[in-house]
Nanobody, 124 residues
Framework: QVHLVESGGGLVQAGGSLRLSCAAS????????MGWFRQALGKERDFVAL????????YYSDSVKGRFTISRDNAKNTVYLQMNSLKPEDTAVYYC?????????????????WGQGTQVTVSS
């Protein structure tokens, strides 16, 4: 069982930056692959980024590649999403999620654990 709590969301102007954090409970955090998803109002929940349990591999959606960076600190049971060059279309509720195993998943249905989400609003 993994309990996830996101923080760091807020209101920022276009071109600005935010860093989201996701704190996880449990002693097995380092064995989980961690992802970030986002859901804009009235839209589906979309994949943003994934970092494997070891931290050695990362994956990004095309819409954020080159602007966002996912990282993790297994000693602190925390995963981060550094968001730079933010655009109004990045406005959404951002969720962190976790799953175990060796596969690479970008579909929300494959993630077993979810946080409650944090709102990110980018003004133009």
């Amino acid at each position: 069982q993994v309990h996830l709590v996101e923080s760091g969301g807020g209101l920022v102007q276009a071109g600005g930056s935010l860093r989201l954090s996701c704190a996880a409970s449990g002693r097995t955090f380092s064995s989980y692959n961690m992802g970030w998803f986002r859901q804009a109002l009235g839209k589906e929940r979309d994949f943003v980024a994934l970092i494997r349990w070891s931290g050695m591999s990362t994956y990004y959606s095309d819409s954020v590649k080159g602007r966002f960076t996912i990282s993790r600190d297994n000693a602190k049971n925390t995963v981060y999403l550094q968001m730079n060059s933010l655009k109004p279309e990045d406005t959404a509720v951002y969720y962190c999620a976790a799953y175990g195993g060796a596969s690479v998943y970008v579909s929300a249905s494959n993630y077993a654990y979810w946080g409650q989400g944090t709102q990110v609003t980018v003004s133009s």
